[in-house]
């Protein structure tokens, strides 16, 4: 089974801090996403990447950076934590279009609060 | 702007009838479609999808219709189970690496 896992379940920062969140995968996947969850917005791709040290922004990627050293691990950061920021984070990772049908699989989610 | 739209935040149906998600979508690059089901404290999961070279994809009780010309596609169940309570959302890619999402339906089936 394809595992993704987030560095934390719940995280609880104040405004100017540098947050950083982790994600790692263990099935060899070449592509990796962060999103953020809103209610009402869905799902928004804020960075994605292809292969390690490439990055692309996605949607909504003001406020945010991200890192690929490994294949393995995605990092997304907040350079300075605003209250805007607070939502449900999930990391993804996929095959290189590896099939028809090339679905996405998720971790658990990183909720966090800005104060 | 939202390149995919589920206008209807939430759906209660009767155990055993059938539930019918719709989704809309804007982009007439994206050729591939999916949908993924999220219970509370957990990531999506991966339900079922459909090309745009198909009409019509079906697995067990799921159905998913696609309707490229008016950029429309739907997710039946039937019939439906009241662990199919959950957040349904829609996702669509051009080119089957990065996708584009739903804000989401909320479907409650009832016993």
């Known amino acids: 089974d394809v595992k993704v896992t987030q560095s934390s379940r719940y995280l609880v920062k104040r405004t100017g801090e540098k947050v950083f969140l982790e994600c790692v995968q263990d099935m060899d996947h070449e592509n990796m996403f962060w999103y953020r969850q809103d209610p009402g917005l869905g799902l928004r791709l804020i960075y994605f990447?292809?292969?390690?040290?490439?990055?692309e922004k996605g949607d909504i990627p003001e406020g945010y950076s991200v890192s690929r050293e490994k294949k393995e691990r995605f990092s997304l950061i907040l350079e300075s934590a605003s209250t805007n920021q607070t939502s449900m984070y999930l990391c993804?990772?996929?095959?290189?279009?590896?099939?028809?049908?090339?679905?996405?699989?998720f971790g658990p989610g990183t909720r966090l609060t800005v104060l | 702007d939202q390149q995919v739209k589920q206008n209807s935040p939430s759906l209660s149906v009767q155990e055993g009838r059938i539930s019918i998600l719709n989704c809309d979508y804007t982009n007439s690059m994206f050729d591939y479609f999916l949908w993924y089901k999220k219970y509370p404290a957990e990531g999506p999961t991966f339900l079922i999808s459909i090309s745009s070279i198909k009409d019509k994809n079906e697995d067990g009780r799921f159905t998913v219709f696609l309707n490229k010309s008016a950029k429309h596609l739907s997710l039946h169940i039937v019939p439906s189970q009241p662990g199919d309570s959950a957040v349904y959302f829609c996702?669509?890619?051009?080119?089957?690496?990065?996708?584009?999402f739903g804000a989401g339906t909320r479907l409650t089936v009832k016993p």
């Open positions: 993804a990772s996929s095959l290189r279009a590896g099939g028809p049908y090339n679905e996405q699989f």
């Open positions: 996702a669509a890619s051009p080119n089957n690496n990065d996708m584009r």
């Open positions: 990447s292809y292969d390690v040290k490439m990055k």
